[in-house]
C-alpha cells in the first residue's frame, strides 16, 4: 500500500536561511507527489506537483522540491526562507490505479521561522 | 472565483448531540472528500464521494454521514455515535476521484468543531 513518512515533525530555521523538509514515499510504481501547505486554522493550498518529466519542480511562493528515485524521496525546499512560510507542511501521494484513487497524506511537518 | 465554502468556522455542540458541517463548493468538481484533522496525525479521510447520489467510507468514518444530493454540496453530520468529535474538519474536491491523482485537491477552510 502506498504510504508517506515525513520524518521530521517540528523544524525552526532562521529568516533568511535555506530550507529542505523531507518526504519520503512508498509506491511501486512512479506515483504522483504533491507539497500542500496549512497555515494555522486555515485549509492547504497546494505548492507543487510531479507525476512525469523532469525531477526538479517549481512551485508557488518560491518554493521547490526534487524527485529522487532511488531515495523514494521529493523533499522541499527554499533558498531563503520568510517569516510568513511558517505553517505546517504537508507531502501527499496519490496512486493511479483506477476509479478510487486517493491522495495519502504525511502526518506533516511544522515550520517555524525565528526573526 | 471558484473554491470551497465551508461553514461555520467554529461550531460548539453539546455531547450527544448530532451537528452538521456544511461544505459547498462552485468548482463544477465531481468528487468531494471529508477529512478529520487532529494533531499530530495528519489527515485521515472520513468519506469521499464520487458523484451525486453516491459517496464511500474512508479510514475513519465510525461515527459519522454523509449525503450528496447536489453536485455543489456534501454535508457532514457527526453524530453521538462518534467517541471524540472535538477535531478541525477539512473539505475537499477535485474534478473526478480518478483525475485526483492528475490535479491534488482543492481544500475549504475547515470547521473546528469543539464538543463540550
Known amino acids: 500500500a502506498q504510504s508517506v513518512t515525513q520524518p521530521d515533525i517540528h523544524i525552526t530555521v532562521s529568516e533568511g536561511a535555506s530550507l529542505e523538509l523531507r518526504c519520503n514515499y512508498s509506491y511501486g510504481a512512479t506515483p504522483y507527489l504533491f507539497w500542500y501547505v496549512q497555515s494555522p486554522g486555515q485549509g492547504l493550498q497546494l505548492l507543487l506537483k510531479?507525476?512525469?518529466?523532469?525531477?526538479l519542480v517549481q512551485g508557488i511562493k518560491g518554493f521547490e522540491a526534487e524527485f529522487k528515485r532511488s531515495q523514494s524521496s521529493f523533499n522541499l525546499r527554499k533558498p531563503s526562507v520568510h517569516w510568513s512560510d511558517a505553517a505546517e507542511y504537508f507531502c501527499a501521494v496519490g496512486a493511479d490505479g483506477g476509479a478510487t484513487n486517493k491522495l495519502i497524506f504525511g502526518t506533516g511537518t511544522l515550520l517555524a521561522v525565528q526573526p | 472565483d471558484g473554491g470551497i465554502t465551508q461553514s461555520p468556522k467554529y461550531l460548539f455542540r453539546k455531547e450527544g448531540q448530532n451537528v452538521t458541517l456544511s461544505c459547498e463548493q462552485n468548482?463544477?468538481?465531481?468528487?468531494m472528500y471529508w477529512y478529520r484533522q487532529d494533531p499530530g496525525q495528519g489527515l485521515r479521510l472520513i468519506y469521499y464521494?464520487?458523484?451525486?447520489?453516491?459517496?464511500q467510507k474512508g479510514d475513519i468514518a465510525e461515527g459519522y454521514s454523509v449525503s450528496r444530493e447536489k453536485k455543489e454540496s456534501f454535508p457532514l453530520t457527526v453524530t453521538s455515535a462518534q467517541k471524540n468529535p472535538t477535531a478541525f474538519y477539512l473539505c475537499?474536491?477535485?474534478?473526478?476521484?480518478?483525475?485526483?491523482?492528475?490535479?491534488?485537491?482543492?481544500f475549504g477552510s475547515g470547521t473546528r468543531l469543539t464538543v463540550v
Open positions: 475537499a474536491s477535485s474534478i473526478a476521484v480518478y483525475r485526483a491523482v492528475n490535479y491534488g485537491y482543492t
Open positions: 468548482l463544477n468538481h465531481d468528487a
Open positions: 464521494s464520487q458523484i451525486v447520489n453516491d459517496f
Open positions: 510531479y507525476f512525469s518529466g523532469d525531477t
